[in-house]
């Protein structure tokens, strides 16, 4: 029968052999400067915020928060695609201005910055930080031009 030290040292090879490892680049963008997250765009699990800028004298600011577990480069892909695409404009609330904006005939622009880096879904502790930060950021946020809807925090499991 084998012994404790022996059980725990094979369960942690297993564990760490289906972990993949982090990778070291940052950004793999061919032009560094349209890196949409300053050279940061391969990074996961974070906490982001989106500032769209309607592009036009009296048109005021809206600001999004949103998660990313996978590299942030692929969530920027999918909302870029919900952007020109309309059959996933109301993909979400950042989509559904983007395309309120289109129809009015202004080209807005967008501002992607990293709020937080924290670990996702642990299902040893059934939290996920990812989830909690964003709707910290969202019930923290005190002005008029968020575009998250409160309702999303009870949708998804806060009351």
Not at 50 to 58: C, E, F, I, K
Request: aromatic residues 10%; contains cysteine.
């Amino acid at each position: 029968m084998p012994n404790i030290k022996s059980i725990v040292s094979f369960h942690n090879r297993h564990i760490m052999k289906s972990i993949p490892p982090e990778s070291d680049k940052s950004c793999n963008c061919i032009t560094k400067s349209k890196c949409p997250l300053n050279q940061q765009c391969l990074v996961n699990n974070i906490v982001y915020q989106a500032t769209l800028y309607p592009g036009t004298p009296d048109g005021i600011e809206k600001v999004y928060f949103g998660v990313s577990e996978t590299a942030f480069k692929l969530r920027y892909a999918n909302h870029t695609k919900s952007f020109k695409i309309e059959k996933y404009k109301n993909d979400t609330e950042l989509s559904k201005e983007v395309w309120k904006l289109k129809e009015n005939g202004v080209n807005p622009t967008i501002k992607w910055k990293i709020l937080k880096r924290c670990r996702s879904y642990n299902p040893t502790i059934k939290r996920c930080n990812l989830c909690l930060y964003e709707k910290y950021f969202i019930i923290s946020y005190t002005y008029d031009n968020l575009l998250n809807k409160r309702n999303e925090l009870v949708a998804n499991g806060i009351s």
